[in-house]
């Protein structure tokens, strides 16, 4: 689906991305990590065209960036950036929807189709105005958006930046859900438990370097890469790592009951045997 | 901050002149244009203003800004060229239209104006902190500090706005909007809907920052407080009298 070459970019002398290879296949859940200034943003937009590397390849879906317009990418590419108000640009959020759809559906029917299917996807009232609505609101408004055009690609710039647990649910589960259905993810977040609920391959990034790539539950255990890159693993995580032996593997809420409990039984067993 | 209006950081003997003086320079070099309707002394300016540019660090940035004032000049002297119609014809385009000695001329005059004097103004704004400038108007021109605060809001808030637009082209060409054709009226009209989310953002940010302002006591400010000393030095007075030779000479007729 997306292919990183030795790719290299900077907006002045200094590179932002140096050096950058990896491989993204279809239908992957992968998130980037990293501190603020690492170059997240930056090689997100590398993706889908809207920066050129100034040195090795972009492919997305076998198409050079560098040689298609990112407008034509965008017919299998869908990207949410941080700030939904640069996005959203009519009166309405039926309107709203029905505005990314025209570059990529002709047909009126199949446009309104989807568009009631996406309002109905997130609750959304199509006659409200989004400017009047919450930043969450407006945040779903813009994916619904996206996700209207049905993407291959959801390239995602911090999608839960500013949302509360409910918006951040069910941004995250219709993503996730997505994801299932074969959609390929690649998300920015800061939030190391949505990375560790949804996501199952990350990326990390530091000063422009990737220095991890690998699968999330490694990543999260990964102290010295976590360190070097000013990150946190997740609550689960970071605790099975400080309880240690027999505890390490767990990862989620669920497994990690599942080790206590275990634990507990073993103590049991233990003193009733002495 | 970007944008061919913001500041660019460095140590360069026209950073540190007094900010009046950068003022005072930048008044003087676009005085000339409208004192003289001679083409080669305005070239002569913009001239100038390139090597200052240059001698602040900013030649890149000199260049990039010329080119885009000679891209919006080229459709303004074509427009005038072809509305002038007095004068000697030197030829006549298709549907009947005269072009004449005069309207070149004058069109010419025009375009080297404009360029040459937009240009001292993005120079001084390229080597002074929009800070130094709202001191200098209250300290040393007197004027009242909520009027010289709204002058450097209005200039601190150009490369934002036009930042912002950025980043909202960007977001719709992410989304299939073609902002990436080479068709320049398609791309005006495809401008049209994104003015409401700029138009948002940007009644957003100043109501912020009004909020921001007022929360700091801004209205209960009677006297001045700043701290920061500008002092004249000699690289002043020698700046301000080269400032008053070019005016001078402009002024004089010596040039025709």
């Known amino acids: ?274 | 901050m970007n944008g061919f209006l913001g500041y660019v950081n460095g140590s360069s003997p026209l950073h540190n002149l007094h900010p009046l003086t950068k003022m005072i320079m930048s008044v003087a070099l676009c005085a000339p244009c409208f004192l003289s309707g001679n083409h080669l002394l305005i070239l002569g300016i913009i001239a100038l203003n390139l090597c200052l540019f240059a001698s602040a660090g900013g030649a890149g940035r000199a260049i990039t800004t010329l080119l885009s004032f000679v891209k919006f000049s080229a459709v303004l002297f074509v427009l005038q060229v072809l509305f002038i119609r007095d004068g000697t014809p030197i030829f006549t385009l298709p549907p009947g239209i005269v072009v004449t000695r005069e309207g070149v001329m004058f069109s010419l005059l025009f375009v080297l104006r404009f360029m040459a004097s937009t240009m001292p103004l993005a120079l001084m704004l390229s080597v002074t902190p929009v800070g130094d400038i709202s001191n200098v108007l209250v300290r040393n021109l007197r004027i009242p500090y909520k009027y010289a605060f709204v002058i450097t809001t209005a200039v601190r808030f150009i490369p934002l706005f036009s930042e912002e637009m950025l980043g909202i082209m960007e977001a719709q060409t992410a989304r299939g909007v073609e902002f990436d054709t080479k068709n320049f009226i398609k791309k005006i009209r495809l401008l049209v809907p994104l003015c409401v989310p700029l138009l948002v953002s940007s009644v957003r940010k100043i109501e912020n920052s009004a909020i921001s302002a007022e929360l700091r006591g801004f209205n209960l400010r009677t006297r001045l407080s700043g701290y920061k000393q500008y002092s004249f030095g000699a690289n002043d007075v020698l700046v301000i009298a080269a400032c008053a030779a070019i005016i001078a000479f402009s002024a004089s007729g010596i040039l025709p």
């Open chain 1, 1 to 274: 689906m997306l292919r990183f070459e030795e790719v290299c970019f900077g907006y002045g002398r200094e590179n932002t991305i140096s050096g950058a290879s990896f491989e993204i296949g279809d239908g992957e859940f992968v998130a980037l990590l990293g501190e603020n200034g690492a170059g997240k943003s930056t090689l997100l937009r590398l993706c889908n065209g809207l920066l050129k590397p100034t040195s090795g390849r972009v492919t997305v879906r076998g198409h050079d960036t560098a040689t298609i317009k990112t407008s034509a990418i965008a017919s299998f590419t869908g990207f949410l950036f941080q700030n939904p108000d640069r996005q959203i640009c009519q009166n309405t959020v039926y309107g709203e929807i029905m505005f990314g759809l025209e570059y990529v559906v002709p047909d009126e029917l199949e446009r309104r189709g989807r568009a009631e299917e996406m309002l109905g996807l997130f609750s959304l009232d199509g006659r409200r105005d989004p400017f009047g609505m919450s930043r969450g609101e407006r945040q779903q408004t813009a994916l619904a958006a996206i996700l209207a055009r049905r993407p291959k690609l959801l390239l995602l710039d911090e999608p839960t930046t500013g949302l509360d647990y409910r918006e951040c649910m069910t941004i995250m589960g219709i993503v996730s859900n997505l994801n299932a259905e074969g959609t390929t993810v690649f998300m920015i977040s800061h939030d190391m438990e949505v990375v560790a609920d949804f996501a199952r391959r990350a990326l990390v990034l530091s000063g422009g370097r990737l220095i991890g790539d690998g699968r999330v539950r490694q990543i999260m255990k990964d102290a010295a890469l976590l360190r070097e890159a000013s990150l946190l693993p997740a609550q689960i995580p970071a605790l099975a790592m400080s309880l240690g032996n027999g505890f390490s593997d767990a990862f989620t809420v669920d497994e990690m009951v599942e080790s206590v409990e275990r634990a507990l039984l073993r103590r049991a067993c233990g003193a009733r045997a002495q």
